[in-house]
């Protein structure tokens, strides 16, 4: 099993989760992070630590998101790793929340 990113990080991008992650298993993407399900060893620790809830266990992944499960693999293969927080965009707060983001993934 794997924790996945969802919709609400899209634009928001708060990485509060990546410093609890013992095995680097997030990847950076200009707008977005992604979680290599091949890396994640289902510790727990980074669902509670994210602001937005953007992140689920795959096993409690709501089916309208379950697409997001794939999209992690290909953009966690296709992304650096990143392993220590950074300031969220000036923005995210006022992205925190909105439905459909996933228009504005940037790749």
């Not at 990546?18 to 727990?44: R, W, Y």
């Not at 966690?76 to 990143?82: A, E, L, M």
């Amino acid at each position: 099993m794997t924790y996945v990113v969802t919709d609400n990080c899209i634009k928001c991008k708060y990485t509060d989760c990546v410093e609890v992650c013992p095995v680097d298993c997030f990847h950076e993407g200009p707008n977005f992070l992604a979680i290599d399900p091949d890396e994640c060893i289902d510790c727990t620790l980074c669902e509670p630590e994210c602001p937005a809830e953007a992140i689920y266990s795959e096993d409690d992944l709501p089916d309208e998101m379950n697409h997001f499960l794939e999209l992690n693999a290909e953009l966690s293969r296709q992304w650096p790793v990143i392993t220590e927080k950074k300031e969220p965009p000036e923005d995210a707060e006022e992205w925190d929340g909105k439905p459909d983001k996933l228009q504005h993934l940037e790749r």
